[in-house]
């Protein structure tokens, strides 16, 4: 591990935590989904006070609310993967439909102008089977790029240059200026991923063995990409099931850990 960070828990007994993001360097915003695919049950969004580590639950009964992003007006947006939905809440709490008729919506990101990124996964892992990262301003939706196997997770910088994950191939995609290319590959089961404030850093989890702890032989780990110079360091390595990561605007960065529950 980093000796430049230092780790600990900030939640534990969660159902099953997948997506969070991070609203300036105060609040965490996740998704639980213990019964995946399942509607009316315990899935759901919850914020996390960062000062008093209380828990509150603001949306369930989604089947499958997987990725989450925050605007700059302090709204929710989430992937709902098997409703293909991607779903709207404002800060007052109102929760509506942003966009429907989706296949597998997986990772999202908002823009600073206020457009969402998102992925598609109708068929993981399978090249040039319809999987999409697309964007949307809710009303017209436009596919950016098509054809990798498992685009899962997707941050934007403000620049508006795209980043994002495919799993089973093992690389990280950037997509600056309309041209799509590698950033990244030789990767192992790459999974969320983030930016700092300063857009410098990428963060990102690698989820070879889901499941599976540094102590049983478990090769997860949470990464830092430096930009600039493509260096890679970890920062942390033996979490079970380091699924999502979000980085807070004060640098420090934060990830779900869905099979240990924290």
Same mark, same amino acid.
């Given at each position: 591990?980093?000796?430049?960070?230092?780790? *600990?828990?900030?939640? *534990?007994?969660?159902?099953?935590?997948?997506?969070?993001?991070?609203?300036?360097?105060?609040?965490?915003?996740?998704?639980?989904?213990?019964?995946?695919?399942?509607?009316? #049950?315990?899935?759901?969004?919850?914020?996390?006070?960062?000062?008093?580590?209380?828990?509150?639950?603001?949306?369930? +009964?989604?089947?499958?609310?997987?990725?989450?992003?925050?605007?700059?007006? #302090?709204?929710?947006?989430?992937?709902?993967? *098997?409703?293909?939905?991607?779903?709207?809440? $404002?800060?007052?709490?109102?929760? /509506?439909?942003?966009?429907?008729?989706?296949?597998?919506?997986?990772?999202? /990101?908002? +823009?600073?102008?206020?457009?969402?990124?998102?992925?598609?996964?109708?068929?993981?892992?399978?090249?040039?089977?319809?999987?999409?990262?697309?964007?949307?301003? +809710?009303?017209?939706?436009?596919?950016?790029?098509? +054809?990798?196997?498992?685009? $899962?997770?997707?941050?934007? %910088?403000?620049?508006?240059?795209?980043?994002?994950?495919?799993? /089973? %191939?093992?690389?990280?995609?950037?997509?600056?200026?309309?041209?799509?290319?590698?950033?990244?590959?030789?990767?192992? /089961?790459?999974?969320?991923?983030?930016?700092?404030?300063?857009?410098?850093?990428?963060?990102?989890?690698?989820?070879?063995?889901?499941?599976?702890?540094?102590?049983?032989?478990?090769?997860?780990?949470?990464?830092?990409?430096?930009?600039?110079?493509? %260096?890679?360091?970890?920062?942390?390595?033996?979490?079970?099931?380091?699924?999502?990561?979000?980085?807070?605007?004060?640098?420090?960065?934060?990830?779900?850990?869905? *099979? %240990?529950?924290?």
């Amino acid at each position: 591990d980093d000796p430049r960070y230092q780790f *600990s828990i900030i939640a *534990s007994g969660l159902a099953r935590p997948v997506g969070i993001t991070v609203d300036g360097s105060e609040t965490v915003y996740f998704t639980v989904i213990p019964t995946p695919g399942v509607a009316g #049950g315990a899935n759901g969004v919850a914020k996390l006070d960062l000062e008093t580590g209380q828990i509150t639950m603001l949306h369930v +009964g989604e089947p499958e609310p997987t990725h989450i992003a925050i605007d700059r007006q #302090g709204d929710l947006y989430w992937t709902c993967k *098997s409703a293909g939905v991607i779903l709207k809440q $404002t800060e007052e709490g109102t929760t /509506s439909t942003f966009l429907g008729d989706l296949e597998q919506p997986s990772g999202i /990101s908002v +823009g600073k102008h206020g457009n969402v990124y998102f992925t598609e996964i109708p068929n993981p892992g399978v090249p040039g089977a319809g999987n999409r990262v697309s964007v949307s301003d +809710g009303n017209v939706k436009v596919i950016l790029h098509q +054809g990798e196997p498992e685009p $899962t997770d997707i941050v934007v %910088a403000r620049n508006g240059a795209l980043y994002w994950t495919c799993k /089973s %191939a093992g690389v990280i995609l950037q997509r600056v200026n309309g041209e799509t290319s590698v950033l990244l590959d030789g990767l192992d /089961s790459p999974v969320g991923i983030a930016l700092d404030h300063k857009g410098k850093t990428l963060y990102f989890t690698e989820v070879p063995t889901p499941g599976v702890p540094g102590s049983m032989g478990g090769l997860n780990r949470v990464n830092a990409l430096d930009l600039a110079t493509k %260096a890679v360091r970890v920062i942390q390595a033996g979490d079970p099931e380091p699924t999502d990561v979000t980085v807070a605007r004060n640098g420090n960065v934060y990830w779900t850990c869905t *099979s %240990a529950g924290v």
